[in-house]
């Protein structure tokens, strides 16, 4: 096993590492807080911490003219908090949460200055008065690194936080229906998303946008859902 400190140090490979570890040991989450403590503050460990707003959202928020306008927003599995500074920019009251305690605390230091609340909680096991307690619920590359027959409890955890009304915008991999999933991040097809739609949310928008940057090239999928 290459160590952090190693030359060469390959953070996707470790990140796959660590996931497959875990969960052969029956925790398909511990291995996110394990990632964090082992970057010991360097974001160039962690494979999605880029300390920036993830680029695909940008792109539809800036086309869509997002605003907060002081409405009430969730950022699930926020890391170290990007999108989260992103949405308070644009007029949002952000509340914003992950499982893992050492991305929170790293959170709250980078982000000192924001009025953004960070909360270490685990999807699964939500604070009750946030089910149904948001008018915009942000999910931004959460649902694929989880295993995929977890998926469906995923989307309905996820989904519970919106508030009648309220919005959930996905920026996630995809992948065609029938397209093999063969290693973590696992894309997230249309069928697998229309989960969202069986937990009460209604489709109103869904792009594709290319992606020829990344080592590991796959096309986003940008959908946004209205609870009625």
């Not at 230091?109 to 604070?127: T, Y």
């Not at 995929?148 to 995809?174: K, Q």
């Not at 989960?195 to 990344?214: A, H, K, N």
Request: proline fraction near 5%; hydrophobic fraction near 40%; charged fraction near 30%.
């Amino acid at each position: 096993m290459m160590s952090v400190e190693e030359p060469g140090f390959d953070k996707r490979a470790r990140a796959r590492e660590l996931a497959d570890q875990f969960a052969s040991g029956g925790d398909a989450l511990g291995w996110f807080e394990e990632l964090y403590k082992e970057a010991a503050g360097d974001n160039e460990k962690i494979p999605w911490a880029d300390l920036e707003p993830n680029r695909f959202l940008k792109a539809w928020a800036e086309k869509a003219g997002l605003r907060g306008d002081g409405r009430r927003a969730l950022v699930v599995g926020c890391g170290l908090g990007d999108d989260a500074v992103y949405l308070d920019e644009l007029g949002f009251d952000v509340t914003a949460f992950d499982i893992s305690a050492t991305a929170i605390d790293w959170a709250r230091k980078l982000h000192s200055g924001w009025e953004i609340r960070f909360e270490v909680m685990d999807l699964f096991e939500p604070f009750r008065g946030w089910l149904g307690g948001f008018d915009f619920v942000l999910e931004v590359y959460t649902i694929q690194p989880l295993p995929v027959e977890m998926r469906e409890r995923v989307m309905d955890s996820i989904a519970a936080f919106v508030a009648p009304g309220g919005e959930l915008v996905v920026v996630t991999r995809g992948r065609e229906d029938d397209e093999e999933v063969v290693k973590v991040p696992w894309p997230v097809s249309r069928n697998e998303l229309s989960r969202f739609e069986e937990s009460g949310l209604v489709q109103t928008y869904f792009e594709v946008m290319p992606d020829d940057t990344d080592d590991e090239p796959a096309d986003r999928f940008v959908v946004k859902y209205r609870r009625p």
